[in-house]
């Protein structure tokens, strides 16, 4: 049986070496200073999720249906900040990562289309999943 705070904390080590060299790619690609802590900050609430909620997955293990799952569900019900426009940088940020993972060899073409495919075709599920109605209130 492994003791799973000590899986936590490797998984969080390893994930943190795939997230510096992401930070290392964003800068190659001239994104503002800006930009690259938000898709930081942003896959690293992600790396958390998969830790905590998606049975010690690592980020490079990650594909389409956690994706789909974290903005479709989690992050609408679990995140206070969750809106439109915080969904849509998530969504961006997918992108750039999974773009990242699948230049450094660590997933497939298929995984990132995959992941592509779904930020497009349930981009107004994840959207609506943030917006509040009336009854909200």
Known sequence: ?????????????YNQSILDEFQ????????????VKNHID?????????VYYDSLNKLDEADAG???????????????????SSTKSYMASFRRFF???????????????EVRDTLKE????FLDAVALDDDDY
């Open 66 to 84: 956690d994706v789909y799952d974290f903005l479709a569900d989690w992050f609408p019900r679990k995140a206070m900040w969750a809106c439109e």
């Open 99 to 113: 773009n990242f993972l699948r230049e450094s060899n660590r997933v497939d073409d298929d995984s990132e289309i």
């Open 1 to 13: 049986m492994i003791d799973y705070d000590q899986e936590v904390n490797k998984i969080r080590i």
């Open 122 to 125: 349930h981009k107004d599920e």
């Open 42 to 50: 942003n896959m690293s609430f992600f790396a958390e999720y998969l």
């Open 24 to 35: 290392s790619w964003l800068k190659n690609t001239r994104v503002t200073t800006k930009t």
